[in-house]
C-alpha cells in the first residue's frame, strides 16, 4: 500500500505560479513513477506530468504537450517526495490536482487540491 499526500495549490492571477508537493509514505520502495493528474469541470481526468522514482532508471520524465515549457516536475528520494513547479500559468490550467503512484502496476492517487487561474 501506497499513501500520498498532497499539498500546496490555491488560487493565482494568469502568469503566476504555484508549487504542488507530494510525499508518499508506505511501500515507497515499490514505487514505479510518480506524478500529476488533473480533471477540469465537465472533463476527463488528464495526465499533467509524470517523473520514473527508481533512482536506476535516472529520474525520466514525462509531460502533457499543454505544460511543456511551463511545469517542471522533480523530486526529493530523501524526502519521497515529488514536487510540480507550475509557472506562467494560464486560466486553462484551472482544475483539481491529484497526485499519483503506480507501484506493482497498482494505481494510487492522492485526495486532490485545487488549482485555480483567474484574474
Known amino acids: 500500500q501506497v499513501q500520498l499526500v498532497e499539498s500546496g495549490g490555491g488560487s493565482v492571477q494568469p502568469g503566476g505560479s504555484l508549487r504542488l508537493s507530494c510525499a508518499a509514505s508506505?511501500?515507497?520502495?515499490?514505487?514505479?513513477?510518480m506524478g500529476w493528474y488533473r480533471q477540469a469541470p465537465g472533463k476527463q481526468r488528464e495526465l499533467v506530468a509524470l517523473?520514473?522514482?527508481?533512482?536506476?532508471?535516472?529520474?525520466?520524465?514525462n509531460y502533457a504537450d499543454s505544460v511543456k515549457g511551463r511545469f517542471s516536475i522533480s523530486r526529493d528520494s530523501a524526502k519521497n517526495t515529488v514536487y510540480l513547479q507550475m509557472n506562467s500559468l494560464k486560466p486553462e490550467d484551472t482544475a483539481v490536482y491529484y497526485c499519483?503512484?503506480?507501484?506493482?502496476?497498482?494505481?494510487?492517487w492522492g485526495q486532490g487540491t485545487q488549482v485555480t487561474v483567474s484574474s
Open positions: 499519483y503512484a503506480i507501484a506493482l502496476r497498482v494505481n494510487y
Open positions: 508506505g511501500s515507497i520502495f515499490s514505487i514505479n513513477a
Open positions: 517523473v520514473d522514482v527508481p533512482i536506476i532508471s535516472g529520474g525520466g520524465t
